[in-house]
């Protein structure tokens, strides 16, 4: 269980790390194509964010405490912050990248979820990885 805890723990930063590089990227994007890219960040970012509380309230179910700063998040999160307003397609290409992180990262947790049978869990956590697998489709498909 403490290892399933520090694997959720982390997921969750990261998840957090990843809604709030979507959010800057829909707040700084520039370009010809701003409007489609605006809009694209828009609907990836909301879906994230959507899905924050119902996972700190699913670390909570199976006994953790759920970080909530910015000090924790920068300590377990797996995806690397951006300070820096990048061109449009550098910024497509590093969520795309950050986003099939995400997405490998709920695989593995979703494993860890099953052998301890926390099939309800594992529900949250596999539409977490689908989530992600549609993100990276919208971002690829941009890309191309
Ligand atoms: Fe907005």
Do not use: C
């Not at 998840?15 to 994007?29: G, I, M, P, S």
């Not at 699913?58 to 999160?77: Q, W």
């Amino acid at each position: 269980m403490e290892s399933l805890h520090q694997a959720l723990k982390i997921a969750f930063a990261s998840e957090f790390a990843f809604y709030l590089k979507a959010h800057y990227f829909h707040w700084n994007v520039e370009g010809p194509n701003f409007k489609q890219l605006h809009d694209l960040f828009g609907l990836i970012y909301e879906e994230v964010y959507d899905s924050i509380d119902t996972f700190a309230e699913n670390i909570r179910k199976v006994g953790a405490y759920t970080p909530g700063s910015f000090t924790r998040f920068s300590t377990l999160s797996g995806i690397n912050d951006e300070t820096e307003v990048l061109p449009p397609e550098a910024m497509l290409a590093e969520l795309l990248q950050d986003s099939e992180k995400m997405s490998e990262m709920f695989r593995i947790v979703f494993k860890a979820s099953e052998e301890l049978g926390l099939h309800g869990l594992s529900d949250f956590l596999a539409g977490r990885q689908d989530a992600h697998d549609k993100h990276s489709w919208m971002l690829r498909s941009t890309l191309k």
